[in-house]
């Protein structure tokens, strides 16, 4: 059974610049989550998603950030415009529904390079 | 303040060592424990879920004190296999966010 999957695994873009990151899922994993981790801190939780509904974006730095789920299956993080600080790896993660297990598994994310 | 705080590291150790990761976490309402491995460029991987009490899983041990907020893992045996950097993981009651130690970063020499 296929994981996670993240694209790009990486990208340098300019600053100023749009990049939109994709995350599939574990097939039937109703719940989606973008975490990042930028030079020298902790991964730290971005938004939750259950199904194609926001469940929970406390974590989002500002507005410069989207994700979207249409459908409820992939989900897509676009920054815009793309500043300095937001360098780092973007994990995303899926997990059944919570009376099923809720094991979280990560994919091996999308590392961010702005210049 | 941190959510979870780490010792970052690095531990060196030779193989065959015995070694201790511990971390605390400041919110008293925080309701699952986890370790997590991750190995260099790679995504975090559970490693154990933590329980009030205690819980082996081979070589390795975990122990969680919720009065101190204390978590540790024990490591027997070292191997070289074992090289990676250990996540400290907890979550709230209610919350299916994670929050995450910086992590311990472990060498095993041969």
């Known amino acids: 059974e296929a994981g996670v999957t993240q694209f790009p695994s990486h990208s340098v873009i300019e600053k100023g610049q749009t990049v939109t990151l994709r995350c599939d899922p574990i097939?039937?994993?109703?719940?989606l989550y973008w975490y990042r981790r930028v030079m020298g801190k902790e991964i730290k939780f971005l938004l939750h998603f259950v199904k194609e509904s926001k469940q929970d974006e406390s974590g989002m730095p500002n507005n410069r950030f989207l994700a979207e789920r249409t459908g409820g299956t992939y989900s897509t993080l676009k920054v815009q415009p793309a500043e300095l600080e937001d360098s780092g790896v973007y994990f995303c993660a899926s997990s059944a529904n919570r009376a099923s297990g809720n094991t979280i598994y990560f994919g091996e994310g999308s590392w961010l390079t702005v210049v | 303040r941190k959510e979870v705080e780490q010792d970052p590291g690095p531990f060196n150790v030779p193989e065959g060592a015995t070694v201790a990761f511990n971390c605390t976490y400041s919110?008293?309402?925080?309701?699952?424990f986890f370790w997590y491995r991750q190995d260099c460029r790679k995504e975090p991987k559970l490693l154990m879920s933590?329980?009030?009490s205690g819980n082996e899983d081979g070589r390795f041990t975990a122990q969680l004190n919720r009065a101190s907020q204390y978590i540790s893992l024990l490591i027997r045996d070292s191997k070289l296999s074992d090289s990676a950097t250990y996540l400290c993981v907890v979550n709230k009651a209610g919350a299916n966010n994670l929050f995450f130690g910086t992590g311990t970063r472990l060498t095993v020499i041969p």
């Open positions: 097939s039937g994993h109703d719940n």
């Open positions: 919110n008293s309402a925080s309701q699952s």
């Open positions: 933590v329980y009030s």
